[in-house]
């Protein structure tokens, strides 16, 4: 007997379109625009595979409704942006660097990524600073700001974060557009939100301080599959999901 037509892969439309949903409440309750709130997929982990069919879902979405913008994708490892980016440029999705970069990989990163969210330290923006220097367009960059203080979190204090920022802004070749946070590992929502409260509040300092390079720093990336209801509440424009739209991850890559 034949055995069933078992398929193997599950189409990322419905998921995509739950997570769509999830964004469009959110910003309702909130008062806010659902087209104020990007969505980017972290699609670390995913198969090249997988993350077509992910843009390929998100394409025929906006085709049936054109108000909606592309996804964003995010990759946390370089390793494997410079492995998916070129086979997925006839799509040609935005990329974001969404982890740790490390400075013998930024000439890599800076070959497909538009933007990296993972600027912690002022070394890191002074060598994109000269690698991007030379380019049309300016690179944008985000500076991670751990809110939480955990020691496992990537990111520059809080304490730390509006002089970087500030420092960041008079870079050539940069362009700050925001903040990024990972939120606390909490299952209560005041704790993580004080962390997104905290984040606005750096956001707010910053772009207020009229310092050179810093009026365009409105952007806050925060929220995950988990959370994104919270950030947006707290203010997010940028909430960035996996395994909300994916399932979840092949466990041997990890984070
Ligand atoms: C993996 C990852 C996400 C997405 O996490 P999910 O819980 O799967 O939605 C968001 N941001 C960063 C930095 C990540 O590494």
């Keep these: 007997m034949e055995p069933a037509a078992v398929p193997h892969h599950v189409p990322l439309d419905a998921p995509l379109a739950a997570v769509r949903d999830r964004v469009a409440r959110a910003c309702a309750a909130a008062g806010r625009r659902p087209q104020d709130v990007t969505l980017l997929l972290a699609s670390k982990a ?35 942006l410079v492995a998916k980016a070129p086979e997925l440029v006839d799509l040609s999705p935005a990329w974001h660097v969404i982890g740790p970069l490390q400075s013998n990989k930024v000439n890599a990163a800076l070959r497909w990524a538009s933007c990296v969210e993972s600027v912690a330290s002022l070394d890191l923006a002074r060598r994109l600073s000269t690698r991007a220097s030379g380019r049309a367009t300016p690179l944008d960059v985000m500076l991670q700001v751990n809110v939480s203080g955990e020691p496992t979190k990537q990111g520059v204090t809080p304490q730390d974060a509006a002089p970087l920022a500030v420092a960041v802004g008079a870079l050539e070749g940069l362009r700050l557009v925001g903040f990024m946070t990972i939120g606390a590992r909490s299952d209560d929502d005041r704790v993580v939100g004080e962390g997104y409260d905290l984040l606005r509040t750096i956001r707010d300092e910053v772009v207020s301080s009229g310092a050179p390079g810093t009026a365009s720093a409105s952007g806050l990336s925060m929220g995950m599959s988990g959370d994104l209801e919270l950030a947006i509440a707290c203010g997010a424009t940028m909430v960035r999901v996996g395994t909300a739209v994916f399932g979840s991850r092949p466990a041997v890559a990890g984070r």
């Design 46 to 80: 995913q198969t090249t595979a997988t993350t077509r069919e992910a843009l390929e879902a998100d394409a025929r979405a906006r085709a049936a409704d054109p108000s909606l913008r592309p996804v964003l994708l995010g990759e946390s490892k370089v390793q494997e």
